[in-house]
């Protein structure tokens, strides 16, 4: 497991384009914290801090498939390094004229989160390139490449599950350490920095989109795509439903750490299954393999509605996260299969987007639930989000099979570079295409 994982990181630029998309992608992280936190230390009500939260996801939520569109059209670095900027400058404004007059504070944190560089996806739509899948073996999963990128796309999964959970804790060191306005301005001049040392690598400088056909849905008009994200927006509804109600769990059990020992375990079962997932070779096709994940996905979830004690529960919701960096990494698979042609930066990015707007959505539905029901209905609403997640991809599952537009991943001009030196590339492979 770790041989094939050092592997993969070896690979030239692997491990920079992975380190600095992470750090890129802090401002995003750890917005909703910092927001709240300066906003309270400037005196803001909580209702300002959340309403001010709110405006900066929703700006996210529209700017990251727009800003993944141009990305398509133009390349990575001439979007997403000025995007970084804009975004911290927004914050920087936002730092420097406080919560009060509330239009101006507003609009900085809506320029910082419309602005917010899509370097999730453009990651995404790297790693063919980086680890080259050219093998033409997507269907049966036998190419070396095609191994290599499904491995990249669990570690990212993974990734992520580290980088929210140090994210946080950094803003907390740097309001200790220094103040509210400060955490703002750093945490965003890093995510500048890991911008700038994704969009001048050789990789990130050479990937161009494949060509396009001209259509004002872009990525959208692919029914596949249309049946993933609606999958991935109840999954999302899960993991927001999940974190409120492990608040409402914790009241009744004592308060203190328990929803911080539910959450954390959870983020280590994730982790867990993530790399025990990327360590793998799966054949046949990912389509199938996700309905699967996704089920086994939402029966971890059911059981939390049963609401024993702490160390139970704590082990249920470790359970609960095991398949859910898998459904992930399978997810960028298959959404890589289904982006039309030229979209899939795009793609990738609307992903993103309505995973953080099921979120949004299950944090405002599990409350009422929780006030009437208490944490067992709360936790309800999460096994009902899976469900739902599964019942999607289950009705849909003649368009998920029928809509894909090619045969994976290799469907860019990219870099290439030397990546047959690090033993990944196919012998066909030479440019993101086979040869």
Known sequence: MATGYGRLLRAKHALRLLAGTLVGRLPNATAPLAIVLFTRAEG???????ILSAVYGLATA???????????????????????????????LFAAA????????????LVAGLFTPPLEGGLRALWPSVLGD???????????????????????????????????????????????????????????????????S?????????????????ALRSGGLLVLLGAFFFVGLALGSIAVAAVGYAEEHGGGFVSSYLLSALG??????????????????????????????????LPLAWTPGVPAM????????????????????VVDRHAPSGTVTEAFSWLVTTFGVGAAAGTAVVGPV????????????????????????????????SARTGAGPVRARAYAGENDRNGLVEPGFRSGRQA
């Not at 406080?98 to 944190?109: C, K």
């Not at 050789?202 to 872009?218: M, T, V």
């Open 44 to 50: 803001g009500s909580y209702s300002l801090a959340g």
């Open 62 to 92: 529209v700017g990251q498939p727009a800003l993944g569109r141009l990305v398509d059209l133009f390349g990575q670095p001439r979007v997403m390094l000025p995007a970084a900027v804009v975004s911290a400058v927004g914050m920087a």
């Open 98 to 109: 406080g919560p009060d007059p509330v239009p101006v504070a507003a609009a900085a944190v």
């Open 134 to 200: 050219g093998s033409g073996d997507e269907e049966r999963g036998q190419g070396s490449g095609a191994h290599a990128v499904q491995a990249a796309y669990a570690l990212d999964a993974v990734a992520q599950e580290v980088m929210f959970a140090v994210g946080p804790m950094l803003v907390t060191l740097l309001v200790a350490g220094w103040s509210e306005a400060a955490a703002l301005l750093v945490i965003n001049v890093l995510g500048v920095l890991g911008a700038l040392s994704v969009v001048v």
């Open 202 to 218: 050789p990789p990130s400088r050479a990937w161009r989109s494949a060509p396009r056909e001209a259509h004002w849905l872009g």
């Open 268 to 301: 280590l079962g994730a982790l867990v299954g993530g790399v025990g997932y990327g360590a793998r070779h799966w054949a046949g096709v990912p389509e199938r393999r996700l309905r699967i994940l996704v089920g086994a996905l939402a029966a971890g979830y």
């Open 314 to 333: 704590t082990l249920l919701a470790g359970v609960s996260g095991v398949f859910l960096a898998p459904a992930l990494a399978c997810a960028f698979v």
């Open 370 to 401: 929780l006030e009437r029901g208490g944490p067992a209905a709360a936790f309800g609403v999460a096994g009902a989000g899976g469900v739902a997640a599964l019942l999607v991809l289950l009705l849909t599952g003649r368009v998920l099979s």
